[in-house]
């Protein structure tokens, strides 16, 4: 059974930093994509980066120069370094992981789910 586990939320003062984490566990053979996805209040899910297992980025226009995503293979862990936050960074953010497993099945995986909120 596949896991993935993040941390790092909360609550942040404008123009402040957070870092996520998030970490996948269970019957792994290799991770290929990683993201990062968040859903505002009232809107719909939106990807904010994503990262190839050999390191390629892309980034939504509205985090560019702001959020820096990064992985470790070795850790099956996926990071989401957020600056200069802004009260419209305010979502829920979640983790989403492309694994094959032991078995060599193909999951479209995704964390919980973890709070950011951005307000003085």
């Known amino acids: 059974q596949l896991q993935l586990v993040e941390s790092g939320g909360g609550l942040v003062q404008p123009g402040g930093s957070l870092r996520l984490s998030c970490a996948a566990s269970?019957?792994?053979?290799?991770?290929?994509?990683m993201a990062w996805h968040r859903q505002p209040p009232g809107k719909q899910r939106e990807l904010v980066a994503i990262?190839?297992?050999?390191?390629?980025?892309n980034y939504a226009d509205s985090v560019k120069g702001r959020f820096t995503i990064s992985r470790d293979n070795a850790k099956n862990t996926v990071y989401l370094q957020m600056n200069s936050l802004k009260p419209e960074d305010t979502a829920v953010y979640y983790c989403?992981?492309?694994?094959?497993?032991?078995?060599?099945?193909?999951?479209?995986?995704w964390g919980q789910g973890t709070q950011v909120t951005v307000s003085s």
């Open positions: 989403n992981m492309q694994i094959v497993s032991t078995i060599h099945t193909i999951m479209n995986s």
């Open positions: 269970g019957s792994i053979f290799v991770i290929g994509t």
């Open positions: 990262i190839t297992r050999d390191g390629g980025k």
